[in-house]
Protein backbone atom coordinates (compact mmCIF):
# COMPACT_ATOMS: atom_id res chain seq x y z
CA UNK A 1 0.00 0.00 0.00
CA UNK A 2 1.23 3.32 -1.18
CA UNK A 3 0.26 6.69 0.70
CA UNK A 4 0.73 9.95 -0.20
CA UNK A 5 1.49 12.19 2.19
CA UNK A 6 0.90 15.87 1.96
CA UNK A 7 1.54 19.17 4.12
CA UNK A 8 2.33 22.94 4.40
CA UNK A 9 4.25 25.07 7.10
CA UNK A 10 2.33 24.19 9.74
CA UNK A 11 2.55 19.85 9.05
CA UNK A 12 6.50 19.54 8.58
CA UNK A 13 7.05 17.61 11.90
CA UNK A 14 3.81 15.78 11.88
CA UNK A 15 4.50 15.01 8.33
CA UNK A 16 8.10 13.58 9.18
CA UNK A 17 6.37 12.06 12.19
CA UNK A 18 3.89 9.81 10.37
CA UNK A 19 6.24 9.13 7.18
CA UNK A 20 8.51 6.88 9.97
CA UNK A 21 5.62 5.44 11.73
CA UNK A 22 4.05 4.40 8.81
CA UNK A 23 7.04 3.33 6.84
CA UNK A 24 7.79 1.05 10.31
CA UNK A 25 4.38 -0.64 9.82
CA UNK A 26 5.23 -1.74 6.20
CA UNK A 27 3.38 0.88 4.17
CA UNK A 28 5.32 2.99 1.46
CA UNK A 29 5.49 6.62 1.80
CA UNK A 30 5.30 9.82 -1.02
CA UNK A 31 6.07 13.12 -0.01
CA UNK A 32 4.25 16.00 -1.36
CA UNK A 33 4.71 17.89 1.61
CA UNK A 34 6.99 21.16 1.73
CA UNK A 35 9.70 20.15 4.06
CA UNK A 36 10.42 23.87 5.61
CA UNK A 37 8.74 25.56 7.76
CA UNK A 38 8.88 28.38 5.64
CA UNK A 39 5.27 30.10 4.95
CA UNK A 40 3.72 28.49 1.82
CA UNK A 41 0.36 27.74 0.55
CA UNK A 42 -1.36 24.57 1.07
CA UNK A 43 -3.09 24.69 -2.35
CA UNK A 44 0.70 23.93 -4.40
CA UNK A 45 0.58 20.58 -2.60
CA UNK A 46 -2.72 19.48 -1.74
CA UNK A 47 -3.49 19.71 -5.83
CA UNK A 48 -0.52 17.46 -6.59
CA UNK A 49 -1.45 15.08 -4.30
CA UNK A 50 -5.05 14.75 -5.21
CA UNK A 51 -3.98 14.15 -8.58
CA UNK A 52 -2.05 11.25 -7.95
CA UNK A 53 -4.77 9.25 -5.94
CA UNK A 54 -6.73 10.23 -8.96
CA UNK A 55 -4.35 8.94 -11.34
CA UNK A 56 -3.88 5.71 -9.01
CA UNK A 57 -0.04 6.81 -8.25
CA UNK A 58 -0.61 6.29 -4.85
CA UNK A 59 -3.69 4.19 -3.17
CA UNK A 60 -4.78 6.67 -0.57
CA UNK A 61 -3.25 10.25 0.95
CA UNK A 62 -2.49 11.92 4.07
CA UNK A 63 -2.88 15.89 4.63
CA UNK A 64 -1.66 18.17 7.25
CA UNK A 65 -2.10 21.82 7.80
CA UNK A 66 -3.21 24.01 10.51
CA UNK A 67 -6.82 23.54 10.73
CA UNK A 68 -6.90 20.82 7.93
CA UNK A 69 -9.68 22.76 6.50
CA UNK A 70 -7.21 24.68 3.64
CA UNK A 71 -6.38 20.60 2.63
CA UNK A 72 -9.84 19.34 2.66
CA UNK A 73 -11.40 22.49 0.67
CA UNK A 74 -8.61 22.57 -1.80
CA UNK A 75 -8.58 18.57 -2.28
CA UNK A 76 -12.06 18.17 -2.46
CA UNK A 77 -12.57 20.14 -5.74
CA UNK A 78 -11.09 16.94 -7.27
CA UNK A 79 -14.29 14.53 -8.05
CA UNK A 80 -12.13 11.57 -7.44
CA UNK A 81 -11.66 12.92 -3.97
CA UNK A 82 -13.30 12.20 -0.91
CA UNK A 83 -10.76 14.17 1.80
CA UNK A 84 -12.21 13.63 5.11
CA UNK A 85 -11.25 16.61 8.42
CA UNK A 86 -10.47 14.09 11.47
CA UNK A 87 -9.55 15.24 14.64
CA UNK A 88 -10.06 12.24 17.22
CA UNK A 89 -9.81 8.28 16.96
CA UNK A 90 -13.64 7.74 16.61
CA UNK A 91 -13.66 10.49 13.65
CA UNK A 92 -10.32 8.62 11.99
CA UNK A 93 -12.95 5.25 12.00
CA UNK A 94 -16.39 6.80 10.78
CA UNK A 95 -14.79 9.06 8.34
CA UNK A 96 -13.73 5.50 6.67
CA UNK A 97 -16.21 3.63 7.36
CA UNK A 98 -19.46 5.95 6.54
CA UNK A 99 -17.23 8.28 3.92
CA UNK A 100 -14.66 6.23 2.50
CA UNK A 101 -12.49 8.32 3.10
CA UNK A 102 -9.79 8.08 0.24
CA UNK A 103 -7.45 11.23 2.07
CA UNK A 104 -7.28 11.81 5.92
CA UNK A 105 -6.62 15.12 6.60
CA UNK A 106 -5.79 16.66 10.14
CA UNK A 107 -5.21 19.77 11.67
CA UNK A 108 -1.43 20.11 13.17
CA UNK A 109 -2.11 22.87 15.05
CA UNK A 110 -5.02 21.42 16.92
CA UNK A 111 -3.72 17.61 18.17
CA UNK A 112 -0.76 16.17 19.50
CA UNK A 113 1.12 13.39 17.82
CA UNK A 114 -0.12 10.11 19.61
CA UNK A 115 -3.52 11.29 18.26
CA UNK A 116 -2.12 11.97 14.71
CA UNK A 117 -0.96 8.13 15.20
CA UNK A 118 -4.25 6.85 16.61
CA UNK A 119 -6.04 8.77 13.74
CA UNK A 120 -4.16 7.20 11.05
CA UNK A 121 -4.53 3.80 12.85
CA UNK A 122 -8.27 4.00 13.12
CA UNK A 123 -8.74 4.87 9.30
CA UNK A 124 -6.16 2.91 7.64
CA UNK A 125 -7.58 -0.25 10.07
CA UNK A 126 -11.37 0.55 9.40
CA UNK A 127 -13.55 -0.75 5.85
CA UNK A 128 -16.10 0.99 4.20
CA UNK A 129 -19.34 -0.44 5.36
CA UNK A 130 -20.96 0.33 1.84
CA UNK A 131 -24.52 0.45 1.62
CA UNK A 132 -26.49 2.79 2.36
CA UNK A 133 -23.07 5.01 2.20
CA UNK A 134 -22.88 4.01 -0.51
CA UNK A 135 -25.63 5.40 -2.17
CA UNK A 136 -24.60 8.63 -0.53
CA UNK A 137 -20.74 8.92 -1.64
CA UNK A 138 -21.93 8.13 -5.17
CA UNK A 139 -24.28 11.20 -4.75
CA UNK A 140 -21.06 13.47 -4.26
CA UNK A 141 -19.69 14.11 -7.36
CA UNK A 142 -20.66 17.01 -9.39
C1 LIG B 1 -1.27 28.51 7.74
O1 LIG B 1 -1.01 29.56 8.59
C2 LIG B 1 -2.69 28.05 7.86
O2 LIG B 1 -3.58 28.99 7.36
C3 LIG B 1 -2.88 26.73 7.16
O3 LIG B 1 -2.00 25.79 7.69
C4 LIG B 1 -4.24 26.09 7.28
O4 LIG B 1 -4.69 26.07 8.60
C5 LIG B 1 -5.27 26.58 6.36
O5 LIG B 1 -6.40 26.10 6.31
Known sequence: MKIGIC????GVDYKNGIIGYLEGKGYETV???TDTKDSMDYTDVAHPLAKAV???EV?????FCGTGNGMAM???KHNGIRAGLAWSEEIGVLVKQHNNANV???????IDFETVKKIADA?????????????RIDKIPL
Open 31 to 33: NFG
Open 7 to 10: NDHA
Open 59 to 63: DLGIA
Open 54 to 56: EKG
Open 123 to 135: WLGTAFEGGRHQK
Open 104 to 110: LVMPARF
Open 74 to 76: TLN
